[in-house]
């Protein structure tokens, strides 16, 4: 991996290359690309959701923002008819006080109908919520993959592989003089893909080859409630996706920090610090290091050079971006 570039860097190199290529057969193209998500036992590096213009149409009918899986219960059991929402909806496993608290929020953001009847709280859903995941891709990204770390990798993708959550689980690492890393094949689990990238001359579609397919995972249960509960977290996953993709981390690093760039890589821009003259990680970057200097009062009045100043530019054009990407076909 270049001087200078950290695992994040390269976890958003990957990202990149994802918009530009998945998949890598030359199927149909995925429509969101999203970074660290997971459940509570595992967190994945790079996410990306399968699906198509039309399931994602359905589903922006609910808007932009991410559902929780307290506002996900109630727009996929909202009525077509109006009804007492402890009637229409299943039981939550969960005091119901929290479900009207969802349905306050649900109705605030325009994606349930709600009336009183007297003392009760109706619902009526605004469409049906849509089943537009067709699948999810996970991948873990390690630039630097000796056979001890490939080792120590291999019980997590194995846990990957069982739980079934994913349809493909998938292993990205910087390509070697070897054609195919000795170290990957030795120690992963046969089901896992292998893409071996190679990004020193920046990110485009090419970046990446397959040394090996994964096996499509099955994602189906061994009863209707783990089928269910698999579904539902599945769902979870892909909300977040939508919402978040994976250029938010400007959210958790400073770009109002007078040092703070994007620099080209190829099709990508990566965050630069101009204070150290490398990519800097989101772990290092915030008002704790010691190049932190705050964008003078001037940068952000007057509009000069860009209106708020250039960390409120950097974070637009990343926003700006993000929904081209996320939201294909979006005016």
């Known amino acids: 991996m270049p001087t200078g570039r950290s695992e994040f860097v390269y976890e958003l190199q990957v990202c990149r290359w994802a918009e530009l290529a998945w998949p890598p057969d030359g199927g149909t193209p995925a429509f969101l690309v999203a970074r660290q998500l997971g459940t509570k036992r595992r967190r994945w590096d790079t996410v990306v959701v399968e699906t198509d213009p039309e399931g994602l149409a359905a589903r922006r009918r609910f808007g932009d923002r991410e559902l929780d899986s307290d506002l996900l219960h109630i727009v996929r059991h909202a009525p077509a008819e109006w009804a007492f929402y402890r009637d229409a909806l299943p039981d939550p496993g969960y005091p119901w006080r929290y479900v009207r608290e969802a349905i306050h929020r649900a109705d605030d953001r325009g994606i349930v109908d709600t009336r009183r009847d007297g003392n009760k709280i109706e619902i009526r859903r605004i469409a049906p919520y849509p089943d537009w995941v067709d699948r999810l891709i996970a991948i873990e990204n390690k630039p630097d993959l000796d056979a001890s770390a490939a080792r120590q990798l291999a019980d997590q993708l194995t846990h990957d ?39 020193e001359a920046g990110v485009d579609a090419a970046s990446a080859a397959v040394e090996w397919y994964p096996t499509r995972l099955s994602t189906a249960g061994t009863d209707a409630d783990s089928d269910g509960d698999r579904h539902s977290r599945r769902l979870e996953l892909a909300e977040r ?41 989101s772990m290092v970057c915030g008002s704790s290091c010691d190049d932190f200097q705050p964008e003078p009062p001037a940068w952000r009045t007057r509009g000069w050079p860009i209106e708020g100043g250039p960390g409120k530019g950097i974070t637009q054009l990343l926003a700006d971006r993000a929904d081209r990407t996320n939201r294909p076909g979006r005016e």
């Open 161 to 199: 592989v069982d739980a079934g959550l994913a349809d493909e689980v998938w292993m990205a690492t910087e390509r070697t003089e070897d054609r195919v890393e000795p170290a990957l094949l030795e120690s992963l689990p046969v089901e896992a893909g292998i893409l071996t990238t190679e990004f």
């Open 241 to 281: 996706a939508f919402g978040r993709g994976w250029r938010n981390y400007g959210r958790t690093m400073r770009p109002d920090c007078r040092f703070f760039e994007l620099h080209r890589d190829g099709r990508a821009l990566l965050p630069w610090c101009a204070a150290k003259g490398r990519h800097q990680s």
